[in-house]
C-alpha cells in the first residue's frame, strides 16, 4: 500500500478528486481514466500551467487534460510541430541558424537563417515529406534543464548567435532544453509526448522578418507551416482557406469598389471609393443614432495635436519611438503629433469648463481618426492599416457610476454585433502583466480597482470571459470582443476598458456632493473598434453580400432595351425620394448580361423593366440569392423592400 504523503489529491475539471500516486504524469492519470483519452493527450494544465503530459506532478494540484479540441492543446501541438519543421530543415540545409518558432492561430513558424541557401515554395513539398518521415520514427520530447554556462557553451559551439541572444535575457535556474531525435532547442515548453502525434503538415507561406522586430537587424526567412493528427483534418482547413480567399476582403474590396491603395498616398493609408464611403456613412449613421439614444454627445477634435499633450497622457513615453515622429513647424519651440489616440483630446475637452456631480456621467463621441507607424511588414489591407477611425468615446463617471456605465456600454456592443451578424465572438478580460508592471502607468490599488470593475460587471451581465495577462492598455484593463472571421481567425474589434489613471495625469475634477473636489473615472468604448477593421471582417464574414440597409447599392434597374430608358429613369428618381439607392445600366448589353453583372457586383435587388412594366407602371423583381419574384407595382416593391430594411 502507497504511504498516504505518497499520494497527492488530483482535481479534474468536472471537480471530481481522485488521488494518484506522487509523481504521476497527467499521461498517467489519463490512461486511469480510459485509454482513448491517453492516446488523445497533448499536455496537461497544472494550477492553470500548461506543461508536458509526461512531466511527474509532485503536489496537490487541478489538472486539465488538453488535447486537440483544446485551444491550449493546438497551440502545444503547433510549437512540438516548429520544432519538427527546424529538425527537418537542420537535416536538408546543413548550416541553418534557427531564430523562434512559436505556435500562432493556424499553424506555427519559425524565423530561420538559411546562410545564402536558397529556398522557395518549391522546396516545400521536400520539407513537408521530410517532417513527415521524422513524425514516423515517433521520438520523444524530452525536457532537460540546463545552467546558462552550459546552455551558452552548447550554443558557441554550434555557431548559433541568435539563440546567444535569447540567452542575454534568461536568468539561470530558469532555462531549458527540449530535444527529439537529433534536434535539440533552446525552449520552455510544453511539447507533445512524441512526434506520432503529426500526421499531417503543410507549409503555407515564406516570407522575411527582421530579428527581434528590428530593421536594424539582419532579416530572416520565416517559413509559415501547418500541421493536423490527421490528413483529413488538414486537406479540409485548405478547402476552408480556399474559400476563404473568395471572401478576402482585398479582393472583394477592389472587385466591389470600396476601397483603394496607393503607393504615392502611402502604405497602410486606404483611400476610400465612393461605394465604401456611402457604406462607412451608413455604419457611422447606424451608430450614432444608437449613441444619441445612450445619451452620447458628439465632438470633433483635430488631426494632430501637440507633442506636450501626449506627454501629459503617456503616450509619447510609451509609444513616441514606434510612432510617426514630431511634426516641425517655423517655431523652434512647436512641435505636433499625428494623432495616436482621441483621450487625450477628449480629457481637454471635459476641462472646458468645470463639473459638478450633478453633470456626470460625461458621454463624449467621436468617429476620430488616428495614425500609428505600423511595421511594414504587419500591414494587411484594411485589418493593420496606419491611418484608421475609431468609433471612440469616453465615458467620465463618478466611481459609484463606473459598474452601471460599463455594463451599458456592454449591451450597446452587443447590439451592433447582433445588428450584423456577428454571431461568433468571445469576451476576453485583459489584464496588466503583474510580471512587468514597468509597461504601465498608474498604482496597484487603481489598476487593481479597474480590474475589478471589469471582471464584475461582465459576471453580472453573464458574460462568458477568458483571461489575458499582459494585454491591458498601458493606462488601464480592457475587455475585448474578439470576432472570428470566415477562416475562424480571431481579431479584436469592440473594446471598453476602464481608466483610473489619465484623469488623474490631466488632473480631471468635479465637484460633489459634499462640496469637495473628486477626481472622475474614465470609460474608454469602440463597439467597432477600427472602422478600417470592422468593414473588413464585414466583407469577409458577408462574402461581400451585405444587409440590405447597408448595401452601397440597394437596386439595379435594368431596361432591356433603349426604349425603356425613360421609364427606367423616372423609376429611379421616384425610388429615390423613398431613400432607396442604386443606378440605372444604361449600356448597349443584352439583358442576360446586365443581371450576370448585377449579381456580380452584389447588388440585392434587380428591377428589370420592359414594355410590359413600362406600360403597366411596374417592375420585374429578381432578388439576389432568391431569384425571380414576379411582377410587382411600384408600390408593392417599396413596400416588400421597406419591410426588408426594417428586419
Not at 111 to 140: C, I, N, W
Not at 242 to 254: F, M, S
Not at 458 to 469: I, N
Not at 592 to 597: E, L
Amino acid at each position: 500500500m502507497i504511504a498516504q504523503d505518497e499520494q497527492i489529491r488530483v482535481t479534474l475539471p468536472d471537480g471530481s478528486v481522485r488521488q494518484y500516486p506522487k509523481g504521476s504524469t497527467g499521461l498517467e492519470i489519463a490512461a486511469q481514466i480510459s485509454e482513448g483519452l491517453a492516446r488523445n493527450v497533448l499536455a496537461a494544465k497544472v494550477n492553470g500551467v500548461v506543461q508536458d503530459a509526461t512531466r511527474p506532478i509532485e503536489e496537490d494540484a487541478n489538472v486539465q487534460l488538453l488535447t486537440w479540441n483544446d485551444t491550449e492543446g493546438k497551440a502545444t501541438f503547433w510549437h512540438s510541430s516548429a520544432h519538427l519543421l527546424a529538425e527537418a530543415l537542420e537535416a536538408l540545409y546543413p548550416g541553418v541558424k534557427f531564430g523562434i518558432g512559436p505556435a500562432i492561430e493556424t499553424g506555427f513558424y519559425y524565423d530561420v537563417d538559411l546562410g545564402g541557401q536558397p529556398f522557395s515554395q518549391e522546396d516545400f513539398k521536400k520539407v513537408e515529406d521530410k517532417m513527415l518521415e521524422l513524425a514516423r520514427q515517433k521520438e520523444q520530447y524530452i525536457r532537460k534543464p540546463m545552467s546558462k554556462a552550459d546552455a551558452i557553451a552548447y550554443f558557441e559551439e554550434k555557431g548559433d548567435p541568435y539563440k546567444l541572444d535569447l540567452l542575454e535575457g534568461l536568468d539561470d535556474g530558469t532555462i531549458t532544453f527540449y530535444s527529439q531525435g537529433n534536434f535539440t532547442d533552446l525552449c520552455r515548453g510544453p511539447h507533445i509526448p512524441n512526434t506520432g502525434f503529426i500526421k499531417a503538415a503543410k507549409l503555407m507561406n515564406v516570407a522575411g522578418a527582421y530579428w527581434r522586430g528590428n530593421e536594424k537587424n539582419k532579416q530572416l526567412t520565416r517559413i509559415y507551416a501547418v500541421t493536423y493528427p490527421k490528413q483529413k483534418e488538414l486537406d479540409e482547413y485548405l478547402f476552408l482557406l480556399e474559400e476563404a480567399k473568395k471572401r478576402d476582403h482585398r479582393k472583394l474590396g477592389k472587385e466591389l469598389e470600396l476601397f483603394a491603395f496607393s503607393e504615392k498616398v502611402g502604405a497602410g493609408l486606404p483611400l476610400w471609393l465612393p461605394k465604401g464611403t456611402m457604406l462607412r456613412e451608413r455604419l457611422e449613421n447606424f451608430l450614432r443614432k444608437a449613441q444619441l439614444r445612450a445619451g452620447y454627445s458628439p465632438v470633433v477634435t483635430p488631426h494632430i495635436g501637440s507633442k506636450q499633450l501626449y506627454v501629459t497622457s503617456g503616450h509619447w513615453e510609451k509609444y513616441g519611438e514606434d510612432s510617426f515622429q514630431p511634426i516641425k513647424t517655423p517655431d523652434p519651440n512647436e512641435e505636433f503629433l499625428l494623432k495616436p489616440m482621441n483621450c487625450p483630446h477628449h480629457c481637454e475637452i471635459y476641462k472646458t469648463r468645470p463639473r459638478s456631480y450633478r453633470d456626470l456621467p460625461l458621454r463624449l463621441a467621436e468617429f476620430g481618426t488616428v495614425y500609428r507607424y505600423e511595421q511594414s511588414g504587419e500591414l494587411h489591407g484594411l485589418t493593420r492599416v496606419r491611418g484608421f477611425t475609431q468609433d471612440d468615446a469616453h465615458i467620465f463617471c463618478r466611481p459609484d457610476q463606473v459598474k452601471d456605465e460599463f455594463m451599458k456600454v456592454i449591451d450597446l456592443v452587443l447590439y451592433v454585433f447582433k445588428s450584423l451578424g456577428f454571431e461568433d465572438y468571445s469576451a476576453q478580460v485583459s489584464l496588466r502583466d503583474p510580471e512587468n508592471k514597468t509597461k504601465y502607468i498608474g498604482s496597484d490599488e487603481l489598476w487593481e480597482k479597474a480590474e475589478a470593475a471589469i471582471i464584475e460587471s461582465a459576471a453580472e451581465k453573464g458574460l462568458p470571459t477568458v483571461m489575458e495577462l499582459g494585454e491591458a492598455a498601458f493606462y488601464g484593463p480592457k475587455l475585448d470582443f474578439m470576432v472570428r472571421d470566415a477562416l475562424g481567425r480571431k481579431w479584436q474589434l469592440g473594446t471598453i476598458q476602464v481608466d483610473y489613471n489619465l484623469p488623474n495625469r490631466f488632473e480631471l475634477e468635479y465637484i460633489g456632493a459634499d462640496n469637495q473636489k473628486h477626481r472622475p473615472v474614465m470609460i474608454h468604448r469602440a463597439p467597432f473598434g477600427s472602422m478600417e477593421r470592422f468593414i473588413a471582417i464585414l466583407i469577409e464574414n458577408s462574402g461581400g453580400n451585405f444587409p440590405l440597409w447597408l448595401s452601397p447599392d440597394q437596386i439595379a434597374i435594368l431596361p432591356i432595351s433603349e426604349k425603356y430608358e425613360d421609364y427606367a429613369n423616372d423609376l429611379f428618381f421616384s425610388l429615390q425620394e423613398h431613400d432607396i439607392r442604386g443606378f440605372v445600366d444604361l449600356r448597349d448589353e443584352k439583358i442576360g448580361r446586365k443581371i450576370r453583372d448585377a449579381e456580380v457586383a452584389k447588388v440585392p435587388y434587380m428591377l428589370i423593366v420592359g414594355e410590359k412594366e413600362a406600360a403597366d407602371g411596374k417592375v420585374s423583381v429578381r432578388r439576389k440569392g432568391q431569384g425571380d419574384l414576379g411582377s410587382m407595382s411600384v408600390d408593392e416593391f417599396i413596400k416588400t423592400f421597406q419591410a426588408e430594411v426594417k428586419l
